[in-house]
């Protein structure tokens, strides 16, 4: 047994492939880059275009493995042939389709697709039966606020004014596209998060990946890098909270806090405050029932006594210099640190403090000039 398949990221965020594999039904992705993703046995990079990470002749070997071809050129005009010959078959005989949705509008019941390809089309017009998967942040109030969505998301997402294919469509109609119609809407933690005040504004998200494409750390890791179906900044302020906190704790930490995200997001998702909301909440669970004597805040209360006090500030950097002593190389670099310190030095080494403070130098200038300060 068969389903055809449009991108939807929803369906990976449950893992609904597995699942119907489990059940013994094949599902058949429809997009050209869930296709090669899928072929592939690999995961997608990109929430726009999943199959960033491959390149055209890799493209081909996975076509021409999987789809058992003998030769097949490595243009786009070949591959795209090549997945269009692979495909058609499966929109005239495979009887049921699954999408997801960009919007769901409440006002009159509408399900809205944008797409590029013209797949998607064809998996909701052609089969019998139809099965729409959709979160529940995907309900917009009225028809007419399509109008600003569908010139947002394509804009952000790959710099067309609209996309190519927007198909809405209302139910079933007699002689027209599929026989049977269902909507799924899905839960799945998005209720808790719309109850979380500093959270919600994750939910607003229209799955642009524009701050995917601005970002710093996810230009330089790739997709596969932050372990969830979600990669990027939306990915590490989404996952966390979609999944319980503990399955993908490091993920708020994913991120320079530079504030690039921020700045191209069409909807204005203030991702760096969500993020640093997110590491309080990391902080709290781990540091939970240790009350006063969590290490992290005692250490911070020390530093807090110092630097409170010009004495103990200067105190404790001549007590800094004679402590590292032991520690310091011939080219004065630290290289380790005992206890909880050494985190400092897995990554980088430390260079160990100067001989004398400016201050210290400036007053012995001073005195050595016979100024007054
Ligand atoms: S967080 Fe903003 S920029 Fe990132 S995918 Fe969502 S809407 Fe686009």
């Known amino acids: 047994k068969e389903v055809i398949k449009i991108k939807t990221m929803t369906s990976e965020e449950i893992h609904l492939n597995n699942a119907l594999e489990t ?17 592939g046995e690999d995961q997608p990079s990109h929430i726009v275009v999943p199959a960033l990470h491959k390149n055209r002749h890799q493209v081909r070997e996975i076509f021409k493995q999987k789809m058992g071809l003998k030769d097949l050129g490595d243009t786009p005009a070949d591959l795209a042939e090549a997945a269009r010959s692979y495909l058609r078959h499966k929109f005239l005989t495979v009887p049921t389709a699954v999408s997801g949705a960009n919007y769901l509008i409440a006002e009159t019941g509408g399900v809205c697709i944008v797409e590029s390809e013209g797949n998607g089309r064809m998996c909701l017009t052609l089969p019998e039966t139809l099965i729409t998967i959709a979160g529940i942040d995907k309900v917009i109030p009225r028809f007419q606020d399509l109008e600003v969505f569908l010139q947002t998301l394509p804009r952000s997402a790959t710099g067309e004014r609209m996309n190519p294919y927007n198909s809405i469509w209302t139910g079933v109609h007699a002689g027209d596209g599929p026989k049977n119609f269902h909507v799924v809407i899905m839960d799945n933690a998005r209720t808790e998060v719309l ?34 179906v979600y990669a990027g900044p939306i990915g590490a302020i989404l996952t966390p909270q979609l999944q319980e ?3 993908a704790e490091s993920l708020p930490y994913a991120s320079s806090l530079c504030g690039a995200c921020y700045e191209v997001c069409p909807v204005k998702i203030n991702i760096p405050e969500v993020l640093i909301h997110l590491r309080h909440k990391v ?13 992290e805040a005692v250490a911070m209360r020390v530093m807090a006594n110092i630097f409170r006090s010009e004495a103990r500030f200067r105190a404790a950097q001549k007590f800094g210099r004679t402590a590292e002593k032991p520690l310091v190389n011939r080219e004065g670099w630290i290289g380790w640190l005992p206890g909880m310190l050494g985190g400092w030095t897995q990554a980088r080494d430390l260079q160990a403090m100067p001989d004398e403070t400016f201050r210290e130098w400036w007053e012995k200038r001073d005195k050595k ?4 300060g």
């Open 245 to 247: 906190l503990h399955h």
């Open 283 to 295: 902080v709290e669970k781990q540091t939970k029932g240790l009350g006063k004597l969590n290490p």
């Open 369 to 372: 000039e016979g100024r007054n």
């Open 23 to 39: 059940a013994g039904i094949m599902a058949v992705e429809t997009d050209l880059a869930e296709l090669i993703i899928q072929l």
């Open 195 to 228: 109850a979380d005040e500093e959270g919600r504004q994750t939910l607003h998200c229209i799955r642009c990946g524009a701050c995917q494409n601005a970002c710093p750390v996810y230009r330089q890791t790739g997709g596969h890098a932050y372990g969830s």
